[in-house]
């Protein structure tokens, strides 16, 4: 069976200081990976996906980037926090042609 | 450009009672739509999706959708709610052939009294 992790559960940050979340699928290889945000009450923003290693897509950036440097690693990063960065970020993976994704627990940000 | 318009931001209803969540898409091709549902603090779940076929898709927990293709619409229902279907529901929808982009709703919160 698949398994999808995020880390970590949840992030306290100042503006202005760096992130980095992560993602990873285990069980499926050559999934594709999705990064999405979503504000509080909010809908879910799709930001990134990537269908490969070492290829990443922007849908919409929001002052983030996104890696894949492994088959089941995704990576979502900035140098830089804005209070806008503020939400729940989710990763999720498809199967190719299959139109479901399955998503992760998230990992919940506030930037103060 | 795909759009997803979910026009109950909340609906509340006795548990028994049976519920229908209203989702409407636009978009010109062939497509997936699929409802997910999200419980509080969690991630999101998938409950059902349609793409092809009979237009009544059956999902987990008791949930369906019916696929409209002359009103644009992909309804969820249930007939007989618990407690513990509380969430929101979100409505998505994606192009079928070589996109990875999924469009989702506003998402409707739906509160069942016991």
């Known amino acids: 069976a698949q398994t999808i992790h995020q880390w970590p559960v949840a992030e306290i940050k100042a503006v202005g200081s760096p992130l980095s979340l992560g993602c990873t699928i285990k069980g499926k290889s050559s999934p594709n990976l999705y990064w999405y945000w979503q504000a509080t009450g909010g809908t879910l923003q799709q930001l990134f996906y990537s269908i490969t290693v070492g290829q990443v897509e922007s849908v919409v950036q929001l002052n983030l980037s996104a890696s894949r440097p492994k088959d089941d690693q995704f990576i979502l990063s900035t140098e830089k926090l804005l209070l806008s960065h503020s939400g729940f970020y989710l990763c999720?993976?498809?199967?190719?042609?299959?139109?479901?994704?399955?998503f992760g627990a998230g990992t919940r940000l506030s930037v103060l | 450009t795909q759009t997803v318009s979910q026009s109950d931001a909340h609906v509340t209803v006795f548990e028994g009672d049976s519920v229908e969540l209203r989702c409407n898409y636009s978009y010109g091709g062939s497509i997936y739509l699929s409802w997910y549902i999200q419980h509080h603090g969690h991630g999101l779940q998938f409950l059902l999706k349609y793409y092809s076929g009979n237009p009544v898709v059956q999902g987990v927990n008791g949930f369906e959708a019916e696929f409209s293709k002359s009103d644009s619409s992909f309804h969820l229902r249930k007939a007989s709610v618990h407690w513990s279907d509380s969430a929101v529901y979100f409505c998505a929808v994606s192009a079928r052939a070589g996109n990875y982009k999924y469009v989702f709703g506003a998402g409707t919160r739906l509160k069942v009294i016991a």
């Open positions: 999720a993976w498809t199967r190719t042609g299959e139109g479901t994704l399955y």
